[in-house]
Nanobody, 126 residues
Framework: QVQLVESGGGLVQAGGSLRLSCATSGRTFSTYAMGWFRQAPGKEREFVAKFDWSGRSTYYANSVKGRFTISGDSAKSSVYLQMNNLTPEDTAVYYC???????????????????WGQGTQVTVSS
């Protein structure tokens, strides 16, 4: 069984940084893209960032551009989300996701992706 395992969440003060990691475990599989969504209390889940293995292209939500950086390690089938200059509005559960084929991630309704992690809590205090 394939699993996405997130780590790196926690509590940080506004202006601080965190680095999230998402590793694959279980049966080896290939994906077209991996990335992150987040869901704040009382809000819908939203796209954050995506990493395409083909061409190593990156995509970001407007709300995180210039502050967050997504990267990938194909040898480990892992992606990372470096989050800088965090604000309380970034507080949410962050979910790693992966898809076997190309699709648009930043859209409504959210895309039906092949794999999801359990989520990791990020809390930014003011």
């Amino acid at each position: 069984q394939v699993q996405l395992v997130e780590s790196g969440g926690g509590l940080v003060q506004a202006g601080g940084s965190l680095r999230l990691s998402c590793a694959t475990s279980g049966r080896t599989f290939s994906t077209y893209a991996m990335g992150w969504f987040r869901q704040a209390p009382g809000k819908e889940r939203e796209f954050v960032a995506k990493f395409d293995w083909s061409g190593r292209s990156t995509y970001y939500a407007n709300s995180v551009k210039g502050r967050f950086t997504i990267s990938g390690d194909s040898a480990k089938s892992s992606v990372y989300l470096q989050m800088n200059n965090l604000t309380p509005e970034d507080t949410a559960v962050y979910y790693c996701a992966a898809n076997r084929g190309p699709t648009v991630w930043d859209r409504r309704p959210l895309p039906r992706l092949d794999y999801w992690g359990q989520g990791t809590q990020v809390t930014v205090s003011s």
